[in-house]
């Protein structure tokens, strides 16, 4: 497992994002015909992320809306429960791939 | 959104006088420099890819010179707005095809405790579907100036 694989995941969420919101934004008069293109895109990063991770990233998606979410604090801001802090020590560098041992999200250290 | 709540977003080193920036993802990579110089983003790349990504979904140019990349990503804590200018202008697929003067860029977190991000959205557009407001802003020089036209728009 390698810092891509997290970085890969949070750009997959951010698109997940992109695409859920654009309703909102047509009727805000923006242009989203490219969205089959962002679909593709999404595709070809989903190919990157290890098939284990990117089936834990969908579960997760389906239950929590959010699969991965950000540490604030020794936080996780998905249950709001307090991280060991030997956890946060580890995860901090965003290098390995870390779940909250309470919700079961992945977590992405902000601080 | 008041008129307090929504210039809070604004920032007066999230100003950029004149962009260097000939192209659209020249653009997007200088503001983004300039917000993670004074937000220290922790990853500004992967904001910088979801900027890109947005505007391969459609062109955040809204025309009449003016552009407003936007988009969400995990890796920003909280919402942020950069104003820009250029006075060359850039060419940025914009729905009038005319080049692009001024850049509102808006990131945001996935989760806010307001959800502020699609209402502020909204008022800004609306501040700048009016003629009046876009030509003083092409010319305001400062940040004070920026929030004083924005006013009008409340």
């Avoid at chain 1, 951010?14 to 089959?36: A, C, P, R, S």
């Avoid at chain 2, 920036?21 to 500004?44: C, F, N, Y």
Wanted: proline share 4%; hydrophobic share 35%; charged share 30%.
């Amino acid at each position: 497992m390698d810092e891509k694989q997290l970085r890969c995941l949070v750009a997959l969420q951010d698109i997940d994002i992109m695409i859920q919101e654009t309703e909102g934004e047509q009727k805000l008069g923006f242009k989203t015909e490219g969205i089959n293109k962002l679909k593709a895109t999404r595709e070809e990063l989903t190919e990157k992320i290890e098939k284990p991770l990117f089936r834990r990233y969908e579960l997760l998606r389906q239950h929590y809306k959010r699969a991965v979410v950000p540490v604030q604090d020794n936080t996780c801001l998905g249950c709001f429960v307090k991280l060991p802090t030997s956890l946060t020590t580890r995860g901090k560098e965003n290098i390995e791939v870390y779940t909250c041992e309470n919700c079961g999200r992945i977590l992405y250290w902000l601080d | 959104m008041d008129f307090q709540e929504f210039t809070s977003y604004f920032h007066p080193n999230l100003f950029i006088t004149e962009l260097k920036a000939e192209t659209k993802d020249e653009a997007l990579e200088e503001i983004v420099g300039v917000l993670s110089e004074h937000k220290g983003l922790k990853d500004k790349w992967l904001i910088l890819e979801m900027l890109k990504r947005r505007e391969n979904l459609g062109s955040t140019g809204i025309g009449h010179g003016i552009a407003i990349p936007h988009g969400r990503s995990l890796s920003i804590k909280e919402m942020f707005v950069a104003f820009a200018r250029s006075v060359d202008g850039i060419p940025y697929d914009s729905i009038d095809d005319e080049p692009v003067h001024l850049i509102f860029m808006i990131v945001a977190p996935p989760h806010e405790h307001n959800q502020n991000y699609l209402p502020f959205l909204g008022k800004l557009v609306e501040i700048l579907k009016e003629e009046g407001n876009r030509e003083q802003l092409a010319k305001c020089e400062n940040f004070d100036q920026l929030i004083d036209i924005l006013a009008g728009g409340f």
